[in-house]
């Protein structure tokens, strides 16, 4: 799977939009960029994920630049119960390659404050 | 629709016992996959089970076992514990098709003493 890269940590505050990059600048043509956030001590939860196209969804907003080597996630409108880590992860295409197993990094801690 | 359920969500053992882990995935879900968790290592890919068969395997032991029922709920098995299996154990599920979304349990926090 491509490497991603993502800052350790980021503070937002609340009403405001959240901005997290990831750099994936090895992502092979195929590969899908996947978010997860993990709030302290629970299971990490399912956000969204995109190919090439911006992507939108109840949640969040994806945008993959043009030559697909960095994405953003952006949440509209954080809050205080958007304080969690949250990784960026690009997934192997190829079935032979374990397309089933998700490998995270050590993610984004995003600190919402008041 | 329920979401994943792993039971126990505790769980204190001592070193050199055994300790099995449930899962049960979303309905209609047939890949169970199963993570552990450190402060050290992060989140790594323990095994996936898909129609009752193993289809991806981590870098983990052989004391690191595990198994799918035909309803496709999950168990995993670690034998001969170590101080070091102290972890947060995270199973998710998916239809397990190509890149289908993994949706994740709360987990099972095992301490072991």
């Known amino acids: 799977d491509a490497k991603t890269t993502q800052p350790p940590s980021m503070d937002c505050a609340e009403g405001r939009a959240a901005n997290l990059p990831c750099n994936h600048s090895?992502?092979?043509?195929?590969?899908?960029v996947y978010w997860y956030r993990q709030i302290h001590s629970q299971g990490p939860q399912y956000i969204i994920h995109?190919?090439?196209n911006n992507e939108t969804n109840e949640m969040a907003s994806l945008i993959i630049t043009e030559d697909r080597k960095s994405s953003t996630l952006i949440l509209p409108h954080a809050t205080l119960r958007d304080t969690a880590v949250y990784y960026c992860?690009?997934?192997?295409?190829?079935?032979?390659?374990?397309?089933?197993?998700?490998?995270f990094g050590k993610g984004t801690m995003l600190l919402v404050s008041p | 629709k329920a979401g994943v359920t792993q039971t126990p969500r505790y769980l204190i053992k001592t070193r050199g016992q055994q300790v099995t882990l449930s899962c049960s995935p979303i309905?209609?879900?047939?890949?169970v996959s199963w993570y552990q968790q450190t402060p050290g290592q992060g989140l790594q890919f323990l095994f996936e089970y898909f129609s009752e068969t193993q289809r991806n395997k981590g870098n983990f032991p052989g004391r690191f076992s595990g198994r799918q029922f035909s309803n496709s709920r999950s168990e995993m098995n670690v034998s001969t514990l170590e101080l070091g299996d102290s972890a947060l154990y995270l199973c998710?599920?998916?239809?397990?098709?190509?890149?289908?979304?993994?949706?994740f349990g709360p987990g099972t926090r095992l301490l072991v003493l």
């Open positions: 309905s209609g879900h047939r890949s």
């Open positions: 992860i690009v997934r192997a295409a190829m079935m032979n390659s374990g397309y089933s197993t998700l490998t």
């Open positions: 090895t992502i092979s043509g195929n590969e899908y």
């Open positions: 998710a599920s998916s239809f397990g098709g190509y890149q289908e979304t993994q949706y």
């Open positions: 995109g190919l090439k």
